[in-house]
């Protein structure tokens, strides 16, 4: 079985320069999350989506941040324009249920110049 | 609010060792309780979990109580080996919200 399937890998623009991060989840898996990881610091929730519904984005930033799971299945987030302080790894993860139990992806590792 | 606190790594062990990472955690209510495990290059995985008070989490050697008197979900190996070197993640859920709030992490080393 697949896994969580993220792309690019790295990631390098310069400041005010737009990017998108892409995320395909496990087949099957209706919720969908975006954690965000400072070097040094443990993931955080950037937002979660039940099915196509983003039912908590209380922590994106939504003057710059933005996302979407069209049909359920895929999700991009977007950052525009991006800053200095969102070098990170942004990570994915799907779930079936609500077990607690999350399925990771490698993550997309930013760096903002 | 909720939150997770666990111990300042690094963490170098020899092969063999005993191993315990602490864990304590703020909430409201009763969370279900995890570890998650980062290995070099690869995706947070789920190590073990504990749903209540008092149940124990076990998995590949590795254990952890869910000790809700003390607010502590310690994760403990009796022997560790050089494949466990990890960043280890102590995480909480609250219920049926689902959303994970995970610890700074704790990067292990075990030498050979």
């Known amino acids: 079985e697949a896994g969580v399937v993220q792309s690019p890998r790295y990631k390098i623009i310069e400041k005010k320069q737009p990017v998108a991060f892409w995320c395909n989840p496990i087949s099957g898996h209706n919720t969908l999350y975006w954690y965000r990881q400072n070097l040094g610091q443990g993931p955080e929730l950037l937002i979660r989506y039940e099915n196509e519904e983003a039912v908590d984005d209380s922590q994106l930033p939504k003057d710059r941040f933005s996302a979407e799971r069209l049909k359920g299945v895929d999700s991009t987030l977007k950052i525009q324009p991006a800053e200095l302080g969102d070098s990170a790894v942004y990570l994915c993860?799907?779930?079936?249920?609500?077990?607690?139990?999350?399925?990771f992806g490698e993550g997309s590792r930013l760096t903002v110049l | 609010g909720n939150s997770v606190t666990q111990m300042e790594g690094p963490v170098t062990l020899s092969e063999e060792a005993f191993l315990t990472i602490n864990c304590t955690y703020t909430a409201t209510g009763y969370p279900s309780l995890f570890w998650y495990v980062q290995y070099p290059g690869e995706g947070l995985q789920l190590l073990l979990k504990a749903t209540k008070a008092d149940d124990k989490g076990s998995n590949k050697g590795f254990e952890a109580t869910y000790r809700k008197e003390t607010t502590s979900f310690h994760l403990e190996k009796g022997s560790v080996q050089v494949s466990d070197s990890a960043v280890y993640f102590c995480a909480l859920s609250r219920g049926s919200q689902g959303n994970l709030i995970f610890g700074k992490g704790t990067k292990l080393s075990v030498k050979p």
């Open positions: 993860a799907s779930a079936q249920g609500d077990t607690g139990e999350l399925f």
